[in-house]
């Protein structure tokens, strides 16, 4: 696998072409998460490939590091978000009751406040409202309608 290729502007996993294939509902979403796949990628390249500056970072020195370890962990949570990302995006509208019970839990917790992710999983969709309609009638309007009613 070749993640350079998975995260591809016009024909990655992460590309709106694909996901508008699969489930046209989250083709918005993809930018931000294609986004987030390159820049964790790079990140995480930067330390197979022997980035200076990631060398400096650990010191020389094999042992336990606090900052070090929040950094490692902040990307295996980006991962984990991009990774359900791409596999709601290709798989969910493929995936029966049974499988969709199965990975409501993790999908919630990274994808809930995506509206197409909650609506599919059967979980409560908050439901914007539609702008008032205009009246007919303006406030001055009726401020003096209820001056008027009071004199009556």
């Known amino acids: 696998m070749v993640w350079s290729a ?3 502007d016009e ?12 489930y046209e509902d989250l083709t918005g979403e993809c930018p931000h998460y ?10 995480c390249s930067e330390y197979v490939h022997g980035n200076f ?9 094999v042992e336990f590091q606090q900052p070090i370890f929040d950094a490692w962990h ?5 991962i984990r978000l991009v ?28 994808l809930g406040h995506i509206p197409a992710v909650r609506s599919i999983l059967g979980a409560p969709v908050e439901k914007t409202l539609a702008p008032a309609a205009k009246s007919a009638v303006t406030p001055v309007e009726k401020a ?3 001056a008027e009613k009071t004199n009556v």
């Open 6 to 8: 998975l995260i591809d």
């Open 11 to 22: 024909s990655g996993v992460l590309s709106k072409q694909f996901v508008r294939t699969f």
């Open 34 to 43: 294609r986004a987030m796949g390159k820049e964790v990628y790079r990140e």
């Open 74 to 78: 902040a990307k295996a949570k980006t």
């Open 144 to 146: 003096g309608t209820a």
């Open 53 to 61: 500056l990631t060398h400096v970072a650990l010191g020389g020195k």
């Open 83 to 110: 990774s359900s990302f791409a596999l709601c995006a290709r798989y969910i509208n493929l995936a029966d009751a049974k499988t969709h019970a199965e990975l409501e839990t993790v999908l919630l917790d990274n």
